[in-house]
């Protein structure tokens, strides 16, 4: 066929406005539900260990869960596939970067000392090493959507699936408005005088429009919003390493003299364990890798090496740094005691730190930086929160609405459900705001640490079936470093850090001004606030149960077949081995952790 006639079979080009408005039409190959169900009920289809015969189910009652039908759901989703590495990378590295790092470590150092600071980041970051390196087995092994709900629902409890896939779309529905009130708290550094509603318009609109582009507009983004925020912490570290060493001006050499004055730890053991949860709140994001390989392009090769990033980012962006903001800054600075919220920028260490070296023009570059972060965490929240509820609709366990993908693979109702969460930041201009942000804070204060515990034991149980089913470890694409053992201790972590914050929840630390006794409405008020999303999962968990009355998943019916990636495995990882045997020492160190 000729070229002109080759141009004649064409079909007519549409209209720029007609392709726009079907992109976001539903492709009509794709179904909510897979084809063994009609209107939810189960025909014909697979057992619950990926065999023949009736699909799972619970009971015989008016209400049942088909888990069958929830696992081939989540793993024939419409989501499209075009997250590269180098999009992997930056989301793992530096994706979730925002106020827990640079304004929340300030809170935290006032209530525990820097080395209370210091011990708590790395607890969490031993505990969440562990934990991302379980998800990143079991997201390499099954890229389907909504991974860590689904893993609970197909390996633990339905139930407990339903309730931290709500539990996780929750945090990211709260976190939503809760940065964008941040970042307009952080231009008043510059103004405080502007009206907030004005920035809160332009962060939502940014950062709806930015998720409209679909994943790939999320991977780039995050991808400059990542590059920014690793250039600004590696700057800070480089010049906090200057400023210890030349001092403050007219005062010298600082060294470690705040570590004697006012002293390492404040406020004892109790001190101590308060910083567990806000140092949670700050590496909260980091398993958004695991959600996202459900949208890579190849995640057996991209997503091991974004999970080996982990290391790098809890080494050098939280203990180095946070070792020079202990260094630089005391615990009873006045500018750490008079933050207003988690919230607020002018209380950030970093800054802090810049400022009382005199340095005119980089405390307003920081607070730059700052903003670029939330930026960044906000964006990460809309992916968040959507990708969860559209997986959790397609399980049906949520409102089948949310499970709407359009022609580009976006899950659009879910997006528009963030964004109207997001409207909650109009709260900023509320003289309450402080109120506002701590109660928005409560909600989603625990939800990481339900969320990488389930991650854990859902990566035990998997392993177990895994065993049982006749498989060794050398079949698997990815094996988590710390193996089954990394796992149990990643548990007992979460689990240690939901007994201490009940502790300092139900006694707290008394106010830090010691002019006035805590009353028992404050005692109250304060447990609420920091246990809050302990109820709420609770809710949600027995909720589903009564209802549906579910069991735990048994190792023997439970599916490890059903999205399971690469089964020509046996002879990828011959060619791996064959290929490591010629690497010399360095590189294989430098791959064990890179």
Known sequence: MSSYEDYRARPPRQPPLRRLIDSFRRDPNRRLLPDN???GVPHRGGGGDGGGGMPTREHQGAHYFDLRAATLSTANTGLARELKGRHLQMIAIGGSIGTGLFVASGKSLSIGGPASLLLAYGFIGVMLYCTVQALGELAVTFPVAGSFSAYSTRFLDPAWGFAMGWNYALQWLIVLPLEIIAASITVGYWDNSMNRAIFVTIFLFTIV??????????????FIFAIVKITAVIGFILLGIV????????????????????????NGFKGLCS?????????SGTELVGLAAAEAVNPRKSLPTAIKQVFWRITLFYIVAL???GLLVPYDHSHLLGAESMADASASPFVIAIESAGIDVLPGVMNSVILVAVLSVGNSAVFGSSRTLAALADQRQAPRILGYVDRRGRPLVAIILAALVGL????????QQSDVLNWLLAVSGLSSIFTWGSICLAHIRFRR???AKGHSVGQLAFRAQGGVVGSWVGLAFNILVL???????????????????????DVAQAFFLQYMCVPIVGAFYMGHKIWFRTRIVRIEDMDIDTGRRDFNLPILLALEVDEKKSWPLWKKLYKFFC
């Open 209 to 222: 429009t930015i998720n409209l582009f679909g994943v790939k507009g999320y991977g780039e983004a995050e």
């Open 243 to 266: 400023i210890n060493i030349g001092g403050f001006p007219n005062d010298g050499y600082i060294g470690g003299r705040y570590w004697s004055h006012p002293g390492a730890f404040h």
């Open 323 to 325: 070792t020079l903001i």
């Open 275 to 283: 910083v567990f949860v806000t140092a949670a709140f700050a590496f």
């Open 465 to 467: 079936a895994w065993a």
């Open 37 to 39: 169900t009609i209107d």
């Open 424 to 431: 909650l930041g109009f709260l900023a201009d509320l003289e």
């Open 499 to 521: 007994i201490a914050q009940f502790w300092t929840a139900a006694w707290p630390i008394k106010m830090s001004d010691g002019k006035k006794p805590e009353t028992s409405r």
